[in-house]
């Protein structure tokens, strides 16, 4: 029965965005929220960018949805003898989890609207890393936070703290070509989901699969060439969507394997983090800010050496595909093979940096 419920989420959200993504096109024409084309920019058209609130809407009400529905089956009988015995047995676990899925949406919308504020604004960047911290800190309080082997509330807390601000910036400076933030994250949701599901972690696998709907319809409308863009809110709102689902998500199981499957995250999100040090390693080389915007994104360095867009986004889309599916080993093998996994990982990157440096050095 969990498949149907799993396509039912996902239809549902996918659903959602398909019809939210066009609305908040036709929004942000009509209040001038519109990304201008510029030096920086590819497109030579006003693009509405409001996106994000389609992803962010459609998430949110796919789940507070179901979540009325347990509510409702909890407090009617005649609608709990709806349900087949074999879902009505996790009812009430699934009231349990309640706080944590309103704790989670709190801090995502706060993050939205950090984002929205900065599409409109156009925040500097220590406002933005602040209200990120503030967000991350309240997770934390709220007992939200990664546990790992090191017996130290402080050290589990700051490594939450960190991991949140992290992937949300990386997350936000992959948004740099149409297509390539949303992709990346529906093909590392998709990985995530295939470990929560395989370890039966449903709650888990139903805020997955709520997400990858909405990125998928939304990436009807921002696949090249898009007719929306996500903006700030979007990228960011992914980015912390993806952090908490790392956080929560349980990876080490002794009967399995080693300790080294709670570094997963690590191996599945590689292309993001290294598009970010990538890029900040390049600006710091220039004598440049960290936070200066340019085109010296993996993705701008790929159209460089040759591809279109469309073949540098489906590129990126297969090297995440890659390091994703061997991650999915690691709670399987002990020492040495996750040795192994993180060693071709490094390789897969390694050969990508190397391609970049002689094909620009070619051209």
């Not at 959602?16 to 920019?41: C, E, F, H, N, Y």
């Not at 949805?65 to 047995?89: E, G, H, K, M, Q």
């Not at 929306?228 to 956080?247: E, H």
């Not at 080389?285 to 040759?306: K, P, Q």
Request: net charge positive; aromatic share 12%; charged share 10%.
């Amino acid at each position: 029965m969990w498949i149907v419920v799993y396509c039912y989420v996902f239809v549902l959200a996918l659903a959602l965005s398909l019809v939210l993504t066009p609305l908040a096109r036709r929004i942000a024409g009509r209040v001038g929220m519109l990304d201008l084309p510029g030096r920086r920019k590819p497109h030579q058209l006003p693009i509405p960018l409001f996106g994000g609130a389609a992803i962010f809407t459609a998430v949110s009400i796919a789940l507070l949805t179901n979540s009325a529905l347990v509510f409702l089956a909890l407090r009617c009988a005649a609608c709990a003898s709806l349900i087949p015995s074999s879902l009505a047995v996790y009812l009430s676990g699934a009231r349990s989890l309640f706080p944590k899925l309103a704790v989670i949406l709190i801090g995502g919308f706060t993050i939205f609207c950090i984002g929205l504020w900065d599409d409109v604004a156009d925040l500097k960047p220590r406002v933005k890393l602040l209200g990120q911290l503030l967000v991350g800190i309240s997770l934390v309080c709220l007992d939200i936070r990664a546990t790992v082997f090191i017996p130290s509330y402080f050290f589990s807390a700051a490594v939450t703290i960190a991991w949140i601000v992290v992937i949300t910036n990386a997350f936000n400076l992959l948004d740099n070509m149409d297509g390539l933030c949303a992709g990346v994250a529906l093909v590392a949701s998709a990985v995530f989901l295939g470990i929560s599901t395989a370890r039966g972690q449903y709650f888990i696998s139903i805020m997955l699969l709520a997400f990858a709907g909405s990125l998928l319809g939304f990436l009807r409308y921002n696949f090249h060439s898009a007719t929306i863009f996500m903006g700030d809110a979007g990228s960011m709102f992914i980015g912390y969507y993806i952090a908490v689902m790392t956080i929560i998500q349980t990876y080490y199981n002794p009967a399995e394997g080693g300790p080294l499957a709670v570094l997963m995250p690590l191996v599945i999100l590689a292309v993001p983090l290294y598009d970010t040090l990538s890029v900040i390693a390049i600006r710091i080389s220039r004598g440049e800010s960290i936070f200066t915007a340019d085109r010296r994104h993996f993705s701008h360095r790929l159209v460089t050496l040759g591809m279109s867009q469309r073949g540098a986004v489906c590129f990126i889309y297969l090297v995440t595909l890659a390091t994703g599916l061997s991650a999915m080993l690691l709670p399987r093998v002990g020492w040495s093979g996750g040795m192994i996994v993180f060693a071709q990982t490094i390789l897969i990157v390694s050969v990508i940096a190397i391609l970049e440096y002689f094909g620009r050095g070619k051209r």
